[in-house]
């Protein structure tokens, strides 16, 4: 049985330049916090608030920046903030939920681009063929320990990425599963 390392994904926003200049301002730039494990991919310092009727939360950004604004939630946070959840593949936007977002230099109502991502691997293209998975395929995993579970209607995503399996808070608490932990693909 193959084994992946589970990376858990936060809340957190992707911003497209008009939306980060609305922001935080004409000509603003993230600032690079730390390098996340997919190419290119970066935690910013900074963050912004959604919020919905009395209902706030802050979350980080992440770069670089896209071609449209993308805010990814748990169910839990939908739930907090009254949105209701869209379960979509990351970039798949059409139908999704609105919000407000609120930065230190101005507000954004976003038509739609808040999202519950759905889960999924990410894998390089030598293991995805090493593996027999093709992009897009539906797979399954299996945790161990106390709280074993198995996911499945996992989305495989093959491209220039190491190999990880993303899942939301929500996902890997119920799994009681952390940063790195292994868990074991069904092939």
Known sequence: MPQVLVEISARHIHLAEKDLFTLFGNGYSLKKQKDLSQSGEFAAKETIAIVNNDKKLVFRVVGPLRKETQVELSVSDCI???????????????????ATLVGPNGQLR????????????????????????????KISVLTKGDRALEFKNIIVRIGDFQTRLHLDTDEANAAGLKNNDKVYLQI
């Open 80 to 98: 907090l903030l009254k949105i209701k959840p869209s379960l979509k593949l990351s970039g798949d936007l059409s139908g999704s939920s609105k």
């Open 110 to 137: 976003l038509k739609q681009g808040v999202i519950v991502a759905k889960r999924h691997l990410h894998i390089d293209l030598t293991t995805a063929k090493k593996w027999k998975l093709k992009n897009g395929q």
